[in-house]
């Protein structure tokens, strides 16, 4: 049992490579337009059927001498290269042109957006990735844009494989397809976990509320003070009123405006937990345009702001490989 995994893992590999060869200089590119060159024809699973049966028949035709069973075999032949010519001819001269790429948050799958452009009518494309149809195409005429969602969920760097263009008309007996390979990386970023969340954050014993206070927030509760004229009631302490009959206001300071350093070995928790509170802190200091500093164990990113820092940073937590050991030692 193990050997023939083990062979079909290496028929696997074998074929990977032998495609990668063959492929690469020809369909590796931002944009692709189907030609002789980069479109391939085969009979499709129904097609082979079909020509099973014309075979059959024409050996059936000749052995009994039907010419009745003959002309049936000769008419689904031609109906067979009559799909080929339609088949190819449709796809011929459809360009697609990628775009822009769409990072996103786990679990919002990231993003590829298309121009697809073609001066004739082409019908019934499909768009595949890893066997997986992505966008289905009725008719196409003139130009279209098309953006299609990757098979990618969990935190992580996935460098894009073939895309694979595939077209089964006019009858479903043949397949026409092309591949498209673009060098490029799509990153899913680390959930946004609001820290306010965890468990582990400490409460601060002054604040007879039980109000959390962490020092990596944006608006943290820092100290109460006496209720002066003027002052609203929306901030008072209703509790620490009702046991000390004093008015006491809740003041609250912005850790975000000034210069923070986000640094994952002073969080709590395990590694993706530790991971999802620094994607939410640092994508709120980008939208608050604070700057920020990051620290990933022996990686820091300097004090800055702005997109690429943020980027950069996003990046980062992305591409954060888990230590499976200090794993099992956070979680015991």
Known sequence: MRNNKKNG??????KQALFTK????????????LKHNTIYVLPSKMGCGFLFVTVLNFILGIN?????????????????VLAILIGYSNVKGLTLRFKVKNNNYSPISPRLVFDVSTDKLCQSLLILYQNKLLHHLDNIKGKTSITVSLPY???????LKRIKLLSQYPFGLVSVWSYMQIE???????EQVNPQKNNNLMVDEYNGDGDLKHPNGIDEFDTLVDHQHGMGLQRVSWKHYAKTQQLMVKEFVNFASTPMTYDYSQLQGNAETRLSHLSYLITQAHLHDHAFALKLNNQLYSMSKGSDHFNACLIALSRFKVNSKNQDAERS
């Not at 969920?153 to 460098?159: E, I, L, Q, T, V």
């Open 64 to 80: 009994y001498q039907n010419n009745l069973i003959l002309a049936m075999a000769y008419l689904m032949l031609v109906v067979l």
């Open 9 to 14: 893992f290496l028929f696997a590999d074998f």
């Open 184 to 190: 490029e990386t799509v990153f899913v970023y680390p």
């Open 22 to 33: 063959l492929l690469k200089n020809k369909h590796t590119g931002n944009t692709l337009t």
């Open 153 to 159: 969920k969990n935190r992580g760097s996935y460098p």
